[in-house]
Protein backbone atom coordinates (compact mmCIF):
# COMPACT_ATOMS: atom_id res chain seq x y z
CA UNK A 1 0.00 0.00 0.00
CA UNK A 2 1.28 3.75 -0.56
CA UNK A 3 3.15 4.98 1.77
CA UNK A 4 3.11 8.60 0.73
CA UNK A 5 -0.28 8.60 2.31
CA UNK A 6 -0.24 9.50 6.30
CA UNK A 7 -2.95 10.43 8.77
CA UNK A 8 -1.25 11.53 11.23
CA UNK A 9 -1.61 14.95 13.67
CA UNK A 10 1.67 16.17 11.81
CA UNK A 11 1.31 15.00 8.29
CA UNK A 12 -0.36 16.92 5.47
CA UNK A 13 -3.20 14.68 5.20
CA UNK A 14 -3.42 14.15 9.01
CA UNK A 15 -3.97 18.20 8.88
CA UNK A 16 -6.30 18.44 5.77
CA UNK A 17 -8.48 15.68 7.29
CA UNK A 18 -8.65 17.84 10.71
CA UNK A 19 -9.49 20.71 9.29
CA UNK A 20 -12.57 19.42 7.23
CA UNK A 21 -13.80 17.33 10.10
CA UNK A 22 -13.65 20.31 12.35
CA UNK A 23 -15.71 22.18 9.44
CA UNK A 24 -18.68 19.46 9.52
CA UNK A 25 -19.34 21.16 13.27
CA UNK A 26 -20.30 24.25 11.06
CA UNK A 27 -21.77 22.61 7.93
CA UNK A 28 -24.33 20.64 9.74
CA UNK A 29 -25.62 19.56 6.04
CA UNK A 30 -22.98 17.60 4.69
CA UNK A 31 -22.46 15.52 8.34
CA UNK A 32 -26.65 14.87 7.80
CA UNK A 33 -26.15 13.57 4.03
CA UNK A 34 -22.64 11.19 5.52
CA UNK A 35 -24.10 10.45 8.42
CA UNK A 36 -27.60 8.94 6.28
CA UNK A 37 -25.06 6.78 4.35
CA UNK A 38 -25.12 3.16 5.69
CA UNK A 39 -23.42 1.71 2.41
CA UNK A 40 -20.17 3.11 1.03
CA UNK A 41 -21.51 3.31 -2.27
CA UNK A 42 -24.50 5.40 -0.69
CA UNK A 43 -21.46 7.74 0.48
CA UNK A 44 -19.63 7.67 -3.05
CA UNK A 45 -22.37 8.52 -4.80
CA UNK A 46 -23.39 11.78 -2.23
CA UNK A 47 -22.76 15.32 -3.49
CA UNK A 48 -21.43 15.78 0.08
CA UNK A 49 -18.46 13.49 -0.79
CA UNK A 50 -17.80 14.16 -3.70
CA UNK A 51 -17.32 17.78 -2.41
CA UNK A 52 -14.75 16.48 -0.13
CA UNK A 53 -13.31 14.36 -2.84
CA UNK A 54 -12.77 17.41 -4.85
CA UNK A 55 -11.01 19.54 -1.57
CA UNK A 56 -9.05 16.49 -1.24
CA UNK A 57 -7.79 16.60 -4.59
CA UNK A 58 -6.94 20.13 -4.36
CA UNK A 59 -5.02 19.60 -1.37
CA UNK A 60 -2.91 17.05 -3.14
CA UNK A 61 -4.73 13.59 -2.95
CA UNK A 62 -3.36 11.96 -5.52
CA UNK A 63 -5.26 12.35 -9.11
CA UNK A 64 -4.18 8.77 -10.12
CA UNK A 65 -5.15 7.31 -7.03
CA UNK A 66 -6.62 3.86 -7.33
CA UNK A 67 -10.20 2.77 -7.14
CA UNK A 68 -9.12 1.06 -3.17
CA UNK A 69 -8.04 4.45 -2.11
CA UNK A 70 -11.13 6.56 -3.41
CA UNK A 71 -12.95 3.79 -1.26
CA UNK A 72 -11.10 4.04 1.52
CA UNK A 73 -10.78 7.81 1.54
CA UNK A 74 -14.80 7.50 1.15
CA UNK A 75 -15.08 5.43 3.99
CA UNK A 76 -13.02 7.79 6.02
CA UNK A 77 -15.33 10.60 5.44
CA UNK A 78 -18.94 8.53 5.79
CA UNK A 79 -17.29 7.34 9.34
CA UNK A 80 -15.76 11.04 10.31
CA UNK A 81 -19.48 12.33 9.77
CA UNK A 82 -20.32 10.31 12.92
CA UNK A 83 -17.36 11.05 15.45
CA UNK A 84 -18.77 14.27 17.47
CA UNK A 85 -15.43 14.68 19.37
CA UNK A 86 -12.10 13.85 19.53
CA UNK A 87 -10.65 11.01 21.94
CA UNK A 88 -6.78 10.11 22.09
CA UNK A 89 -8.15 6.18 23.41
CA UNK A 90 -7.32 3.36 20.51
CA UNK A 91 -11.00 2.46 18.99
CA UNK A 92 -10.62 -1.02 20.42
CA UNK A 93 -9.73 0.14 23.68
CA UNK A 94 -12.90 2.40 23.53
CA UNK A 95 -14.67 -0.49 22.18
CA UNK A 96 -13.69 -2.24 25.53
CA UNK A 97 -14.70 -0.09 27.90
CA UNK A 98 -16.85 -1.53 30.73
CA UNK A 99 -20.90 -0.72 30.95
CA UNK A 100 -21.50 -2.27 33.71
CA UNK A 101 -20.08 -6.09 33.39
CA UNK A 102 -19.93 -5.95 29.44
CA UNK A 103 -17.59 -4.00 27.25
CA UNK A 104 -20.01 -1.47 25.36
CA UNK A 105 -19.09 -3.39 22.05
CA UNK A 106 -19.45 -7.30 23.05
CA UNK A 107 -16.84 -9.34 21.81
CA UNK A 108 -19.33 -11.12 19.38
CA UNK A 109 -19.64 -7.57 17.50
CA UNK A 110 -15.88 -7.12 17.69
CA UNK A 111 -15.01 -10.52 16.53
CA UNK A 112 -17.21 -9.57 13.58
CA UNK A 113 -15.61 -6.74 13.03
CA UNK A 114 -12.64 -8.38 13.05
CA UNK A 115 -13.56 -10.86 10.02
CA UNK A 116 -13.85 -7.91 7.94
CA UNK A 117 -12.43 -8.46 4.62
CA UNK A 118 -13.48 -5.84 2.83
CA UNK A 119 -13.71 -2.41 3.18
CA UNK A 120 -17.30 -1.61 2.59
CA UNK A 121 -18.14 -4.26 6.18
CA UNK A 122 -15.54 -2.30 7.65
CA UNK A 123 -17.51 1.26 6.77
CA UNK A 124 -20.98 -1.15 7.74
CA UNK A 125 -19.57 -2.11 11.10
CA UNK A 126 -17.49 0.49 12.07
CA UNK A 127 -20.85 2.90 11.58
CA UNK A 128 -22.82 0.81 14.27
CA UNK A 129 -19.99 0.61 16.74
CA UNK A 130 -19.23 4.63 16.97
CA UNK A 131 -22.62 5.44 18.54
CA UNK A 132 -21.88 2.68 21.23
CA UNK A 133 -18.56 4.37 22.67
CA UNK A 134 -20.11 8.02 22.35
CA UNK A 135 -19.21 9.03 18.97
CA UNK A 136 -15.41 10.01 20.00
CA UNK A 137 -12.23 8.29 18.05
CA UNK A 138 -9.05 9.79 17.15
CA UNK A 139 -9.52 10.42 13.64
CA UNK A 140 -6.14 10.20 12.69
CA UNK A 141 -6.12 6.92 14.21
CA UNK A 142 -9.10 5.99 12.44
CA UNK A 143 -8.17 7.07 9.48
CA UNK A 144 -5.34 5.44 9.35
CA UNK A 145 -6.70 1.62 10.48
CA UNK A 146 -9.80 2.34 7.67
CA UNK A 147 -7.19 3.46 4.96
CA UNK A 148 -4.79 0.72 5.91
CA UNK A 149 -7.28 -1.95 7.29
CA UNK A 150 -5.48 -5.50 6.56
CA UNK A 151 -4.20 -8.56 8.53
CA UNK A 152 -1.87 -6.35 10.64
CA UNK A 153 -4.54 -3.93 11.41
CA UNK A 154 -6.49 -6.36 13.20
CA UNK A 155 -4.13 -8.17 15.16
CA UNK A 156 -3.22 -5.18 16.37
CA UNK A 157 -6.68 -4.25 17.25
CA UNK A 158 -7.27 -7.80 18.99
CA UNK A 159 -4.41 -7.00 21.11
CA UNK A 160 -5.65 -3.97 22.05
CA UNK A 161 -8.96 -4.93 23.05
CA UNK A 162 -9.77 -5.71 26.21
CA UNK A 163 -11.00 -9.36 26.34
CA UNK A 164 -13.12 -10.38 29.13
Known sequence: MEDKIRFTADSHFGKVLHEWWQGLEEDRATRAVLKRC???????????????????????????????????????????????????????????????????????????????DTIDDVFIDLRRVLPLIGKKADIYQLAKDVYYWNDNTKKQWAYSYRWA
Open 38 to 116: STLDAVALTAAYQHFYRYMLMRGWPVDAKDWQKDRLAAIAGLLAHVKSEDTQSLPLAMSEKNGDNNVVSELRFKSLLKA
